[in-house]
């Protein structure tokens, strides 16, 4: 069975540009979370979709926003980058939602904001 | 707001030490807890997890963990590590029975192994 997968690898954006990311997840799961990860903070969570609605989000500004389709493909959108926006950005994907069911996490987006 | 603390940022280890990383978290209810592992160019990946019963858990590769509730601790243990250890790792903890599914992790421990 094919891993999450994670579009692009890697991205360089300038200040002021938006980006969109994108997550497939393992099939048949339907529940997909995204999280930042830096040096500093370490890893924190963006937000969560299951079944198209976002059902808990973090701590992050506005201009970060979400959406999940209906074969479960999630993706990211962050607008206005900052240079502090520069991070891995992990999408994991799980059977259902719920803390019983493991979270299989992406190789990541590497997102470098100039 | 729930939090993790991993007290070691960096441990470092001959092959064949003994490993114990600590992990305690603040949250009063009942929680599910994880650790991660992230090896060097990889993604994250699960190595063991406790949500009920027996509060020793074993996992991949001869890890195991301890929960103990009254210490708020899940620390992780390894009898012997090896080269192939060095790594990132990452305790996690989410609310059990919450409404979302949450995973709050600590800011890592990098192990490296020294041969």
């Known amino acids: 069975k094919a891993g999450v997968t994670q579009t692009p690898r890697y991205l360089i954006k300038t200040r002021g540009q938006q980006v969109t990311l994108s997550c497939s997840p393992i099939s048949g799961h339907r529940s997909v979370s995204w999280y930042q990860q830096t040096p500093g903070q370490g890893l924190q969570f963006l937000f969560e979709?299951?079944?198209?609605?976002?059902?808990n989000k973090g701590n992050f500004p506005g201009r970060f926003s979400g959406r999940q389709f209906s074969n479960s493909r999630s993706e990211m959108n962050v607008s206005t980058l900052e240079l502090g926006d520069s991070a891995l950005y992990l999408c994991?994907?799980?059977?259902?939602?719920?803390?019983?069911?493991?979270?299989?996490f992406g190789p990541g987006t590497r997102l470098t904001v100039t | 707001a729930q939090s993790v603390s991993q007290h070691n940022h960096h441990v470092i280890l001959s092959e064949a030490a003994s490993l114990e990383l600590g992990c305690n978290y603040s949250y009063g209810g009942t929680v599910n807890l994880f650790w991660y592992v992230q090896y060097p160019g990889q993604h994250l990946q699960l190595l063991l997890k406790y949500f009920s019963g027996d509060p020793l858990v074993k996992g991949i590769k001869g890890f195991e963990a301890e929960f103990i509730k009254s210490k708020f601790s899940f620390n992780l243990r390894k009898p012997s590590v090896q080269w192939s250890d060095t790594a990132e790792y990452f305790c996690?903890?989410?609310?059990?029975?919450?409404?979302?599914?949450?995973?709050?992790f600590g800011k890592g421990t990098k192990l490296s192994v020294i041969p």
């Open positions: 979709y299951f079944s198209e609605t976002q059902r």
């Open positions: 994991a994907s799980s059977l259902e939602p719920g803390g019983h069911y493991e979270q299989y």
């Open positions: 996690a903890v989410i609310l059990s029975g919450a409404g979302s599914y949450q995973l709050t």
